[in-house]
């Protein structure tokens, strides 16, 4: 098996990536890492439990965190791993606590059948701001490495940063104290967003142009192709209905207006990935209300963890769609990978179908 090292070094001699010394030296902490992994024993994990049980990987936008963690994944030989993104996780969680209302320490069931399928555990972009989350994360994770799953993780923010200024953020404290206790902490130093080196940009999205909806149309249709088509219609998501201007088995576009409005969640964005690889989202305003904010985040984020393609119209610049609020640090991680997704070697990417399993079918 190649070992990360030399991949990254073939990769950067190659000029597929850029190199640098930061990089180079966590691919060498995962290495030895893969190597003690697999030196394991039943044995030694019950009666002789590790120090730390994973690692936390924060650095700014664009640092290379997720390329690195993927690669982890993909290279890890054991097959008892899944990888996913943060909120997706949280989700799912969620939904299993929901079926377990009757049960006493409901989340101990959740890490025992979590460790059922998995030994590891990849989470992109751990981002901590709503108080549901915030209050069960502590006692979940203490219950993961409970059952000895390893947790990979990667964010923006270091773990004594995470819930900054939310609501009863005390009763959060024990998490970072668990974080800095049982994970290995990384600062992935860098002073470059990688994502910004692509200088191939392709023309899906529409930026300050007369008649946009003409040229959507074309963009659509060169995707589409043969396809059956259906247009100003809806679509049932999560029992509800979401209007869409077109579709076809590959491809949906929505107005601004309805994928971010009121009444959507990530949850909608999350079921539609299952169903679409590419997506159209028209007439992108500047954004002020935060919560819609927050949304055209979380779908950004959920497009592009899956490597699901985007065009996009708006008559102002990308950087002028969010550019003041409570989430403007947020939005420059959307803004960065915005930046990304125009790129042919993004276009080129195969979708991603990292997904978690049914809890319930377990046991």
Known sequence: MQTLENWYIEQTTNKNLEFDNAQLSILQQFDNFINKFNSR??????????????YYIYGTVGCGKSMIMNKLYRTFPDKAKTRMHFHEFMYQIQHELSTLKSHDNPLNIVAKNLSKQYKIIFLDEMLVNDIATAMILNNLFRSLFEQNIYIITTSNSKP?????G??????????????????????LVSSNDYRLLHDSTNNLFIINEQNPNTLLDKIFHSISKDEAIDKDNSIEINSRQIPFIQLSSSIIWFDFNIICGDKRSQLDYLMLIKQYQWFIISDIPTIVDKNIARRFILLIDVLYDNQAKIALSTHISLEQIYHSGDLIDEFARTLSRLKEMQTKEYINKPPLTYKIKDLKNVG
């Open 166 to 187: 939310g609501l009863m953020r005390e009763r959060f404290l024990p998490a970072i104290e668990l974080f800095n206790t049982k994970l290995n902490i990384i600062n």
């Open 41 to 54: 024993s039943f044995f030694q994990d019950w009666f002789n439990k590790p120090k730390y049980l994973g």
């Open 160 to 164: 004594d940063d995470l819930y900054s």
